[in-house]
């Protein structure tokens, strides 16, 4: 049995763990086609197993063994290609069932959710779009924990349309994330209605601040290589109340899609029963007509106010603001590549976003590009510099188990339940972000640490604490040992299929080099390896009981993947 091991892996890990840490009126199926150059066949050399193994730790969820032995008769670039072409894998429909069979009083429950989003992420073709999503849904932050905690549809329906959008235009995402009824709710513009002097009532702004502080241009003006615009040797505040002030009336008279734009439909959501998964549209007779000033922009007094006209010109002037390149692209390059990013990185993501090379601004597919193929990603100089790479996320390292080693479900629907608990599981699930300012922010820094002596950041060490490293620590033991998700006749639901490293077993080398390249690239230090190998040597395999011999090649494994799964070279992705 492997438990009796645990004391024996933990004795092990611990040092190491501790050295790192649908509808007519819904979404357009597919994002707006823009210009872009022709793409040229890719002339770039196929990558090593490690190359590749390195490069989809970054683009998905996680690689698995096949995954990257394709990737090596390929190249990364094409790769790339091939993934922006593929069809998108859709949530919401995983959902739908469950709405359908709601009895009256009843509401959907976010395992459900949870379920949907696991699935998604250990199974789905289209990797490249469902981790670009992820990143995205930790920079436009909405969360079930709060006023959409039965909302399951709509936050579903959100996550689709960042996956959409993720391949698309970053005008058209703003846009979107704007009038998506999710956000709505989350940041209290749905049903924002215009200010009233008599009644003293003034727009709600909370949406209008976080737009720009989060979403967009940031608190401070940036030049395009992400360092800090000055004067006199200050930085320079991108904005000022009376921006807030004046972007948030705006954002009133929004409310739940419905074609007549009537009052009682405004206010009720039960004339509209698929609110949650309709854009928000502007009813004008709820709309500020008040002279509006934000960022330079000023949209006259009207008595006759159109809301949709005053967003469209709100989110042009977002979009088309020069912090908008550096302030996002350094996000997504944190999200998905590392955390310190050089400015010289930072710039060339920016000229990516500022002109696809076909002119356009705000290409996603560009910026993905930079991002993923920029040389600082790919180099191999990379490893070897300390400041480079990022905490790998809690959601990400069980995500990698599942692909790795090809879970499956038994139910067929990857039940799955709430991970926040630090000290007895990931300390995270999905789209249960604390707060709009996601789970960890950007520029994080962990007080009194190494990091902060180089003034640099580590975003994900926000989520950090001794509770939830030896929680992690125990509930990768019990995922890698006897699977993940609810239980149903005493075996968990999502369940690993350890094969391919068990017939390398009867060799610790051969399996520890198998699981270094699927779990870290190969990028276990020999201390690291040697101490993993000496671990799994301690488990003999019988020579004349194949019943015994089978419980220990499997109990190898577990061990190998418990011990390289806690260690320092996989916390760390570099």
Sequence with gaps: MFRPLQLLALAVALPLLLASCASHMSWPSEPRAIPRPARLASTEPAPTPAEASRFLQQATFGPSMGEIEALTRSNFSSWVDQQMATKQTLTAPLIEPYYKALKKGENLKQDQYFSAFWKTSATAPDQLRQRVAFALSEIFVISMDGMLDVKMRAIANYHDMLARNAFGDFRTLIEEVSRHPAMGVYLSHLRNLKEDPVKGRVPDENYAREVMQLFTIGLQELNPDGTLKLRNGEPIETYTNEDITGLAKVFTGFSYGSFERADQDFHNAGRNPDWEIRPMVGYNQFHSGSEKRFLGVTIPASQFPSADDDLKIAMDRLFNHPNVGPFFGRQLIQRLVTSNPS?????????????????????????????????????????????????????????????????????????????????????????????????????????????????????????VSESSVAGYANFIQSVIDGGVGRAANNKRDIQPDYSAQMALADSTDRLVAHIDLLLTASQLSPESRRRISEAVNEIRIPANNPTQAENARRNRVKLATLLTMVSPEYLVQK
């Design 343 to 463: 400015p010289a990185y930072v710039r060339r993501v920016t000229e990516a976003f500022n002109n696809n090379g076909a002119g356009v601004r705000g290409d996603m597919q560009a910026v993905i590009r930079a991002v993923l193929l920029d040389p600082e990603a790919r180099s191999a100089a990379s490893l070897k510099d300390a400041g480079f790479g990022k905490v790998r996320e809690p959601i990400l390292r069980l995500s990698q188990w599942m692909r790795a080693f090809n879970a499956t479900s038994i139910a067929g629907n990857f039940d799955m339940y709430n991970t926040d608990n630090p000290g007895n599981a990931l300390g995270q699930s999905p789209m249960r972000s604390p707060t709009v300012f996601n789970f960890y922010r950007p520029g994080y820094v962990p007080p009194g640490s190494m990091v902060a002596k180089r003034n640099m950041v580590a975003p994900e060490m926000q989520i």
